[in-house]
């Protein structure tokens, strides 16, 4: 995500915010975002219940919080984000486990059936 201001606390240019939003907020490609996220442990993280709201020109939000702060520094965070998909992989992982056991219990079961 790219942060073109901050309130309240300084960030990077671009920051990588963990999120679950599978009921929550439809973010579109483009567009810009006020999103309230909370820092700990060094993982910035926001939920369905913090306010994300869109907003159409940065100047919305300096009217209501100010002024606020520029990037402390440019940053690139795409290598850090390889294990990001746009849609949830656990369900195919999930998937194809179960397969692999069904498949595997077939297999032995059909075995078993040679031998006898």
Request: hydrophobic share 40%; aromatic share 16%; with cysteine.
């Amino acid at each position: 995500m790219e942060a073109e201001k901050s309130w309240n606390t300084e960030v990077d240019s671009q920051l990588i915010i963990a999120t679950n939003y599978t009921w929550g907020f439809d973010f579109k490609e483009g567009n810009k975002y006020l999103i309230y996220f909370s820092e700990a442990d060094g993982e910035l993280s926001s939920s369905p219940c913090s306010s994300t709201i869109e907003m159409n020109h940065l100047n919305q939000a300096t009217e209501l919080f100010g002024e606020g702060f520029p990037p402390k520094q440019q940053v690139n965070v795409e290598h850090k984000m390889w294990f990001m998909f746009e849609q949830d992989i656990d369900f195919y992982i999930v998937g194809v486990v179960v397969f692999a056991a069904i498949f595997v219990f077939f297999m032995r079961v059909r075995k078993k059936k040679r031998k006898v």
